[in-house]
C-alpha cells in the first residue's frame, strides 16, 4: 500500500503555533492549535512530533509552507518552499472556503488586520500590531481577572439587557473603565457585552477607517469564537459575517495550499527536513553587528553547534553564504 501525499502549512505567531495537513483535494486533514508560550522552537517541535506519531509511517510530505511572525524561523526547522506574509495566506484560505469572500476581518491573539479582495486579489488592508485592546490576549486577561473561562465569555455578552459603554482605545484604560463599572453595580453580563463593543468599536476605527466593507465577510482568528465579538461586529457593522470552517488555523491553512499549488507546478522535491526534526535540539540567539552604523540585529539559529541560518542583516553579510558553518 502506497503512503498519502500530504501539504504542511505552519503559522507561528506569538500567542499560537499552528501545524495544518491537507490532502490533494484541499481538504484539513489534521489541524494543530497549540500555544507558543513565547518558545516557538518548542511548540513547533511538539507539533512535529505529534503529527509525527499520527502520520510519520504512512505519509510523504510533497510540499510545505510557512507564515506568521515566525516564519522564518519555522522555515530554517522544518525546510520550507514558501514562505508567505499572513496577509497572502489569509486571504487565500478564506477564498478557497468562502469563494465570494470580499471582506476578511481577522483577530488573533496580538494582533489583528483587515483585508478586502477585489477580483480576487488583495486590494487593501490594515494591521494593528501596537494596541492590545483589539487582540485575543486582552480579551484572555479580562476573562481571567473575571474568572469567566474564556470560551462561556461570549455567551455571557449575549445575555446582557443593557450594555455599558467601556473606553476600548487603550488595554489599560479599558481594564480602569471595566473595574469602575463593576463598582457602580453594573451587571458582568453587561460590562462583558461593553467590552465586545469596545472591541469591535477599536477595531472598525482604526482598521477598516474609510474602507467599504462589502459582502460577504469573513471573520476568522481565535476571537471568531468569541460569539459575543460576533454578535458586536454584526450590530456594527449591520451586515452577517460568516464564520469559515478552518477559523482558528486559516494561516496554516493557506500557507499549505500555496506550497500545494506551487509543488503541482514543478518537479523539484519538496524541502522539508522530515518529521525527525522534532528531535533536533535548536537555539536562537542575537548578535549586535558593530560593522557600520546600522548596527543591525542578526538572528542566528543552531543546531548541534551549527549555523543554520541568519538574518537581520541589511548587507547581507551574515545571511548570504552560510553553509553550515562551525559555530565557536
Not at 500530504?6 to 501545524?19: A, E, K, P, Q, R
Not at 483535494?25 to 516557538?40: A, I
Not at 505529534?50 to 519555522?74: D, P
Request: net charge neutral; aromatic share 6%.
Amino acid at each position: 500500500m502506497g503512503k498519502t501525499s500530504l501539504y504542511l502549512g505552519v503559522d507561528v505567531g506569538s500567542v499560537s503555533t499552528n501545524l495544518v495537513l491537507i490532502n490533494d483535494e484541499n481538504e484539513v486533514v489534521e489541524k494543530l492549535y497549540l500555544r507558543t508560550s513565547g518558545q516557538p522552537i518548542n511548540a513547533l517541535r511538539t507539533g512535529m512530533k505529534m503529527l509525527s506519531e499520527k502520520y510519520g509511517r504512512n505519509t510523504v510530505i510533497r510540499g510545505v509552507g510557512t507564515t506568521g511572525s515566525g516564519r522564518q524561523l519555522a522555515s530554517v526547522i522544518i525546510g520550507a518552499d514558501i514562505i508567505k506574509n499572513e496577509i497572502t495566506t489569509h486571504a487565500v484560505a478564506a477564498q478557497m472556503l468562502v469563494p465570494d469572500v470580499r471582506t476578511i476581518l481577522e483577530i488573533g491573539g496580538q494582533d489583528s488586520k483587515i483585508i478586502i479582495l477585489k477580483n480576487g486579489v488583495v486590494y487593501d488592508f490594515g494591521m494593528n500590531t501596537v494596541c492590545a485592546a483589539g487582540t485575543g490576549s486582552f480579551l484572555d486577561r479580562q476573562a481571567a481577572r473575571l474568572e469567566i473561562p474564556i470560551e462561556e465569555f461570549g455567551s455571557y455578552a449575549l445575555k446582557s439587557k443593557s450594555p455599558v459603554r467601556i473606553a476600548g482605545r487603550c488595554a489599560v484604560f479599558a481594564e480602569s473603565d471595566m473595574i469602575h463599572k463593576q463598582q457602580t453595580g453594573h451587571s458582568i453580563e453587561d460590562i462583558i457585552n461593553g467590552l465586545c463593543e469596545a472591541l469591535v468599536r477599536n477595531f472598525l476605527n482604526n482598521l477598516a477607517k474609510g474602507k467599504d466593507l462589502e459582502d460577504t465577510i469573513v471573520f476568522q482568528g481565535g476571537v471568531a469564537a468569541n460569539v459575543g465579538i460576533v454578535a458586536a461586529f454584526e450590530r456594527a457593522i449591520g451586515k452577517k459575517i460568516v464564520i469559515p470552517k478552518y477559523y482558528d488555523v486559516m494561516g496554516a491553512y493557506g500557507a499549505a495550499l500555496i506550497a500545494k499549488e506551487k509543488m503541482e507546478k514543478g518537479s523539484q522535491p519538496s524541502n522539508f527536513y522530515g518529521f525527525e526534526v522534532a528531535e533536533n535540539e535548536y537555539k536562537a540567539k542575537s548578535i549586535e553587528c558593530n560593522d557600520c552604523s546600522n548596527l543591525c540585529e542578526v538572528i542566528e539559529i543552531t543546531s548541534n553547534d551549527e549555523a543554520l541560518a541568519r538574518w537581520g542583516d541589511r548587507c547581507g553579510k551574515w545571511s548570504s553564504g552560510i553553509k553550515k558553518e562551525s559555530v565557536g
